[in-house]
Every structure is written in structure tokens, then in C-alpha cells.
């Protein structure tokens, strides 16, 4: 490495979403931080879950993620060139793992999209966590593609599959799809994927005041039994093209008190560490969890802020690393891997990022005026994944 290269600024290649800061990612090699397996940032919060986008398309046109008014036909989206391929992805998955992640999430726009996702799948599944374990490598998906696909995944290594799904109702779910795509054929992936033990496969409805309300309480009963998690998660101020309003979120304890009108809960303790869903178990005609007939949970993003244990790092499909969902910048480690950086200097690169994370973005939120527009630039959910 040349003296010029000890002090690199990297640029962000291409300033996806527009107008995000990139700050200035430098290596020293006289002060190189070396991978102990556990990394803190400045809230003492470690780094546990690495979520990976692999493309920013999508076929869908859902109108709180990728409304068709912006991401309409002339759209331009990233060139194949500017998207790491499936070595640079492994590479970067090893070097995070070194720092005690444990869990790899794929996710997009939709991932099933990118070809042969199988491959990286595969590259994936070899790694050990530093105690030497599989990794746990999930993946998110809207089910368009699930049916055909289920096989292939699990025998690549994919463990567990994440579905979007946002009603039942045919003309409600493609409405929200906007792109007139039957509910039938994402059922049918669902199906699929349960059946080759893609699972537990976990259900994800975003619930939006005033287009799919109706649906939470079809949704709590078609998966109750079915050894499959409902999610309803609370619609989202993620990036800057959705339009976003707070008069159309629908609290979770809101959703949670419709729900209960019906089915008998009872409130379960988290699974682990930093989980951002609070889980309620369909409980019994003793109040106690009927194990049989499942669970549900509700993630409160804007309501209930849970930044305080957040352990979760995101990379984008070009190599920005991103360390909040609601994140007003990135850091490129795409020049990094492209250029003369060793692992160690990957590692080190990391090490000084993330002990430096101070995000609290919902926290931040909650002493926020309230306020029906939204001004500020951030990174769009189709860039990062949810």
C-alpha cells in the first residue's frame, strides 16, 4: 500500500439515493483494529445481523416502498457492473462474520430477481461463525417467484424465507402491488416453501391506514396453526418517495387491541437479542400459549422506538454500508474491496465505523414534531431492504 492510499477518501460511486453524505472511509495501517469476534458501538450495542441487498429492482410496485409515480419505466437503475457480485458479497459476509455476526438476511427490492441467487446462496452456507457454527442466511421476499424457486434455494443452503404479504383480498393485495399480481400465486410460494422446510417461514403484512386495515384480522386467522409467524408491521417513513404521512400508520397497539377482540392472546418473551418484533402467543381457554396454535408478532417502528438494542448492519446491493434503516448516509466499501484493501483493512474499516454508530433515528422521531410531509433525504427501503 502507497503512502497516498493510507489517508483514501472513497466517494460514493454513484449518489444513490441522491443527495445521501457518504463520509470519508480511511485505513491506517498504523492503527489497524484487528477482528476480536465482538464489536460495540457507542451505545454498547454489537454487531449480531448482516442484512444483504442484492438488486434494487423489483416486480412489484408497492405504493410504500417503490411507488410507480417514481419508479416508473424510464427509471434508471443501477448498471450490472456497479452491483457487487457474488465473490465481493462473500468476501465482505466473511470479513463482518469475523466481527460476531451470526445471521445474513438477503434482501432487495426483490432478491429472487437477481440470477442464479442459488450461487451466492451456496458461497454463503460455507461460512462458521467464530464459534464455528453455520451461519443462520434468511431471505425476504415479495413470493412472486417463491413456488419455482423454493427447491433450488433449499438445496443451495437458504434456511428461512420472510414473506411480504399485505392482505388476502385479491383486489386489495393488488391494488397494493400495483402491478395487478394475484395474492393466489403468492400463497401457492408460501405453500412451496413450507413444504421443502423453508422455515419457520415468517409472514410480514405493513399495515396502512385507510388501504389494508380490514385485512389484519383475515391475516391473524388464515396463519393461527399454521406453524407460520404473522408480523404486522407499522407503516414506515423509510426513505422519501412513499409519500409518507403519521395520519396513515395504524399503531400497533391498535392493531394489537383488534386482533384481541377476536383471539385471545398472551404476550411472549423476545427470542433474542436486539429482536425487533414484540410476540404475542395465541393462548389457550386457560390464558396460557397454546404452542399449537402458534404466535404473531408486531414490529412498532415509529411508535415504539427500539434503537436501544438494534444489531444490525446493511449492505447495499452496490456496497454502501448502511448502519439504520432510517440512514441520511453510507459508507462505500465497494472502492475499498475494488482497490488494494487486505481483509485486515476491510475489518479495520468496519471496526472504526461501527464503534463510532450513534444512530437512534426512531428515538430521535419520537420528541420529533409531528409532522404529515417528510423533508429529509434517506435511503430508500428498495436500496437496503426492510
Known amino acids: 500500500m502507497t503512502d497516498r492510499d493510507t489517508h483514501r477518501v472513497i466517494p460514493l460511486m454513484d449518489q444513490r439515493p441522491s443527495g445521501l453524505r457518504v463520509p470519508a472511509v480511511a485505513f491506517d495501517p498504523d492503527h489497524r483494529l484487528t477482528a476480536t ?18 438488486t434494487d429492482r423489483c416486480n412489484f410496485r408497492c405504493n410504500y416502498c417503490m411507488p410507480k409515480e417514481i419508479f416508473g419505466p424510464d427509471y434508471a437503475y443501477l448498471k450490472h457492473s456497479d452491483l457487487l457480485t457474488f465473490e465481493e458479497i462473500t468476501r465482505m459476509a466473511r470479513v463482518f ?3 460476531g455476526v451470526q445471521k445474513i438476511r438477503l434482501t432487495g427490492g426483490e432478491p429472487l430477481l437477481r440470477k442464479n441467487l442459488e450461487k451466492l446462496i451456496e458461497q454463503l452456507a460455507v461460512l462458521r461463525t467464530t464459534q464455528g457454527k453455520p451461519l443462520d442466511i434468511t431471505l425476504t421476499t415479495n413470493g412472486s417467484l417463491l413456488a419455482r424457486k423454493a427447491q433450488s434455494l433449499k438445496d443451495a443452503g437458504l434456511q428461512r424465507v420472510t414473506v411480504s404479504l399485505d392482505g388476502l383480498d385479491d383486489v386489495v393485495f393488488r391494488r397494493m402491488n400495483d402491478v395487478d399480481f394475484p395474492v393466489s400465486d403468492v400463497l401457492d410460494g408460501i405453500e412451496a416453501a413450507r413444504a421443502v422446510g423453508l422455515g419457520p417461514i415468517k409472514i410480514n403484512m405493513v399495515v396502512k391506514r385507510g388501504t389494508n386495515e380490514q385485512e389484519i384480522l383475515p391475516m391473524a386467522r388464515r396463519f393461527k396453526g399454521t406453524g407460520m409467524v404473522l408480523r404486522f408491521i407499522e407503516y414506515m417513513d423509510v426513505g422519501a418517495t412513499n409519500g ?21 392472546l398472551v404476550r411472549l418473551e423476545p427470542s433474542s437479542p436486539g429482536e425487533t418484533a414484540q410476540r404475542w402467543g395465541y393462548a389457550n381457554a386457560l390464558g396460557q400459549h397454546d404452542k399449537s396454535a402458534g404466535e404473531i408478532g408486531v414490529i412498532s417502528s415509529v411508535t415504539q422506538a427500539f434503537c436501544g438494542d438494534c444489531n444490525r448492519a446493511r449492505l447495499s446491493t452496490e456496497g454502501q454500508l448502511y448502519l439504520c434503516l432510517f440512514a441520511s ?25 461501527w464503534q463510532g454508530r450513534t444512530d437512534n433515528y426512531s428515538e430521535q422521531r419520537s420528541h420529533m414534531p409531528i409532522d404529515t410531509g417528510q423533508p429529509v433525504k434517506r435511503v430508500e427501503m428498495s436500496y437496503i431492504g426492510g
Do not use: C, F, K
Not at 469476534?37 to 442484492?54: K, P
Not at 400497533?252 to 383488534?258: K, P
Open 37 to 54: 469476534g465482538l464489536i460495540s458501538d457507542t451505545r454498547g450495542r454489537a454487531l449480531h445481523d448482516l442484512r444483504i441487498s442484492v
Open 97 to 99: 462474520v469475523a466481527h
Open 244 to 264: 409518507w404521512r403519521m395520519n396513515e400508520v395504524m399503531p400497533s397497539d391498535e392493531v394489537m387491541q383488534l386482533v384481541r377482540s377476536e383471539l385471545p
Open 329 to 353: 448516509q453510507g459508507y462505500d466499501l465497494r472502492s475499498l474491496i475494488r482497490g488494494q484493501a487486505t481483509d485486515a483493512d476491510l475489518q479495520s474499516a468496519i471496526t472504526h465505523i
